[in-house]
């Protein structure tokens, strides 16, 4: 049973920057592509970066230069780095991965900017 336990959110100020950190279990997510998504209230959930395990990553436009996604397979963890936050970041932030026998959610970190 693949368990994905995020953390790392909090309440910032514009511009300020937090570490969001998501720690897989039950299996090595080594080889496996890692997302970061997020949902903001009265909106849909978006996804914001994704890195595969050879480490190529990449971020959607919003994001783009401000959010860094990494990972640690030594650790089964992944990181995003959130910059210069904006307000329209506040959200309710996941990781997720997908492997052959099925798809993984945490149970999200909120990122609050005001």
């Known amino acids: 049973h693949v368990q994905l336990v995020e953390s790392g959110g909090g309440s910032v100020q514009t511009g300020g920057s937090l570490r969001l950190t998501c720690v897989a279990s039950?299996?090595?997510?080594?080889?496996?592509?890692m997302g970061w998504f997020r949902q903001a209230p009265g909106k849909e959930r978006e996804a914001v970066s994704w890195?595969?395990?050879?480490?190529?990553?990449d971020h959607a436009g919003p994001v783009k230069g401000r959010f860094t996604i990494s990972r640690d397979n030594a650790k089964n963890t992944v990181y995003l780095q959130v910059n210069s936050l904006k307000a329209e970041d506040t959200a309710l932030c996941y990781c997720a991965t997908t492997m052959s026998w099925g798809s993984y959610w945490g149970q999200g970190t909120q990122v609050t900017v005001s």
């Open positions: 890195i595969a395990g050879s480490s190529r990553n």
């Open positions: 039950g299996a090595a997510v080594t080889c496996y592509c």
